[in-house]
């Protein structure tokens, strides 16, 4: 089921403090229209009752979908905790999950994100069919080739869903210092997707072993694999 809690804020505006009812998590068969709100940008977004400023309420999230049986978690950074550890904290917690689940139990599929854009594009994934790993491995192979438009550390690659066609994949490039789209973007064709989909089939395990864990990113594995020793 879908939760929330009340929260005492302040605002970032005016710093008046007022009482919230914030989502902790959010249940997409049976509160739809929370997902539309979360999907439209909507969802935690606070109005001041002072002086009427309107902002969004960064924390932890709760996305569960039993028709397409996942779970994904969105931890946002925050001043606290880094990146890296926001990954390791959640890979020991699943590990003591793993342990207490029965070995015959297949539990859902667990994903992490950490910010809001990144929750949204995998939600679209997964409702148009798409392989999460196999897309991860499309920007892989598109970063690597266009590191003059691509470069991961200063731009990240979004798969457009809704503007894909039969022909091609459309991605587009959110620059990461200020999180806004850049103009034109990126396509690969959907024949070679489908021809990495089938080599998934067959050699899933390499994949796994590129991208492991619940955070699947083609910008981190490439920061990784750049960053000095």
Request: negative net charge; contains cysteine; charged residues 25%.
């Amino acid at each position: 089921m879908s939760m929330s809690k009340v929260y005492n804020i302040q605002c970032p505006a005016c710093g008046v403090q007022q009482d919230v009812e914030l989502y902790e998590v959010v249940n997409a068969a049976e509160n739809p229209e929370l997902k539309q709100s979360l999907m439209q940008n909507q969802l935690n977004r606070v109005g001041c009752k002072d002086c009427d400023a309107n902002f969004r309420i960064d924390m932890p999230l709760l996305y569960t979908d039993p028709a397409h049986n996942i779970q994904i978690h969105w931890i946002p950074e925050s001043e606290g905790l880094t990146q890296e550890q926001i990954i390791e904290d959640f890979d020991l917690s699943l590990e003591e999950i793993n342990k207490l689940m029965p070995g015959s139990v297949v539990g859902p599929n667990i994903r992490l994100v950490l910010t809001r854009v990144e929750l949204v594009e995998l939600i679209f994934m997964i409702e148009e069919g798409f392989n999460h790993r196999v897309v991860e491995y499309v920007k892989y192979n598109i970063h690597t080739r266009n590191m003059q438009k691509a470069n991961p550390a200063k731009v990240q690659l979004l798969l457009n869903v809704q503007d894909s066609t039969d022909d091609e994949l459309c991605f587009v490039l959110q620059d990461v210092a200020s999180q806004t789209l850049q103009r034109g973007g990126l396509r690969y064709g959907r024949a070679a997707y489908e021809s990495l989909c089938e080599l998934y089939k067959e050699d899933e395990d390499e994949f796994q072993d590129m991208f492991p864990g619940p955070y699947i990113s083609a910008r981190d594995l490439l920061l990784e694999e750049h960053s000095p020793a």
